[in-house]
T-cell receptor, first 114, second 118 residues
């Protein structure tokens, strides 16, 4: 089974609107971390936000928030007030416990429309 | 700037050749990861080194090898290159798995090396 699943290959959002990018994960480890990265067309990978499995509250970083639903094993990224510069690929990732490996999803391409 | 450096930024070579990609992790990070990202593809995990030792292997071809040196920099060697090896190769570093709540420590990515095999 896939460790990380991103089911939306591409998404469009109007500028200034909010958008949710979906991510589901699969693990039996009670301790894990969930991460979102942004990859603009220039290619670099930019860390956005993380959620720990024991965190009681959803993580927020500026316009980014993570809708963490543990029972459903989902960790959706919410971008509020979208900007043109948000157009990029977005990757969801997971690290289990003290595991050595990060698992990445296939990514979602977000396009912000003026 | 993530603090992870990769050289070279771009590399153009011919099929059958061998190249070496270099990565220096963030200061203090003992773990180095290598990823391959082909055109319009996600990230494929290749290999992970921790403090000089190989810790995990992903979808790494036998033609590829890596090592981490005592100063913690890492090199990824790609040999007998094929057209399909053209990709963006990322190095990432992270705090060591054994230090505290490692699951909660993100990876920091270098800018990548774009390899073009002609």
């Amino acid at each position: 089974a896939q460790k990380i699943t991103q089911t939306q290959p591409g998404m469009f959002v109007q500028e200034k609107e909010a958008v949710t990018l979906d991510c589901t994960y699969d693990t039996s480890d009670p301790s894990y971390g969930l991460f979102w990265y942004k990859q603009p067309s220039s290619g670099e990978m930019i860390f956005l936000i993380y959620q720990g499995s024991y965190d009681q509250q959803n993580a927020t970083e500026g316009r980014y928030s993570l809708n963490f639903q543990k029972a459903r094993k989902s960790a959706n990224l919410v971008i509020s007030a979208s900007q043109l510069g948000d157009s990029a690929m977005y990757f969801c990732a997971m690290r289990e416990g003290f595991g050595n490996q990060f698992y990445f999803g296939t990514g979602t391409s977000l396009t912000v429309i003026p | 700037d993530s603090g992870v450096t990769q050289t070279p930024k771009h590399l153009i070579t011919a099929t059958g050749q061998r190249v070496t990609l270099r990565c220096s992790p963030r200061s203090g990070d003992l773990s180095v990861y290598w990823y391959q990202q082909s055109l319009d593809q996600g990230l494929q995990f290749l290999i992970h080194y921790y403090n000089g030792e190989e810790r995990a292997k992903g979808n790494i071809l036998e033609r590829f090898s890596a090592q981490q040196f005592p100063d913690l920099h890492s090199e990824l060697n790609l040999s007998s290159l094929e057209l399909g090896d053209s990709a963006l190769y990322f190095c990432a570093s992270s705090v060591s798995p054994s230090s505290g709540r490692a699951a909660y420590n993100e990876q920091f990515f270098g800018p990548g090396t774009r390899l073009t095999v002609l």
